[in-house]
């Protein structure tokens, strides 16, 4: 059964710093590219930051650059989100994907952003 679990989530105030993690069970962590993603009230869901499989490369959305870190573990097949200097407008829902021979989503975690 393949499961993608987030934790890391919650309240913190503008400038504050979070750590999403996402533990991968099921598959083939190895072989897939590792990505969060996140959805605003009313917004669509979006790529924040993708850790690729081949070249080990990372790729940022231009809000977050600077900010944000993506990294992963293949021992532990867990993947973070280091989040520091945070703005109101991190604030939402966030989601962790898998992406290689099949697309998996976790469920969620909600970040909030606010003083």
């Known amino acids: 059964q393949v499961q993608l679990v987030e934790s890391g989530g919650g309240l913190v105030q503008p400038g504050g710093s979070l750590r999403l993690s996402c533990a991968a069970s099921?598959?083939?962590?190895?072989?897939?590219?590792m990505s969060w993603y996140r959805q605003a009230p009313g917004n669509e869901r979006k790529a924040v930051a993708t850790?690729?499989?081949?070249?080990?490369?990372?790729n940022y959305a231009d809000s977050v650059k600077g900010r944000f870190t993506i990294s992963r573990d293949d021992a532990k097949n867990t993947v973070y989100l280091q989040m520091n200097s945070l703005k109101t407008e991190d604030t939402a829902v966030y989601y962790c994907?898998?992406?290689?021979?099949?697309?998996?989503w976790g469920q969620g975690i909600q970040v909030t952003v606010s003083s």
């Open positions: 994907n898998a992406r290689g021979p099949t697309n998996y």
């Open positions: 099921g598959f083939a962590f190895s072989m897939y590219a």
């Open positions: 850790y690729t499989r081949t070249g080990r490369n990372t």
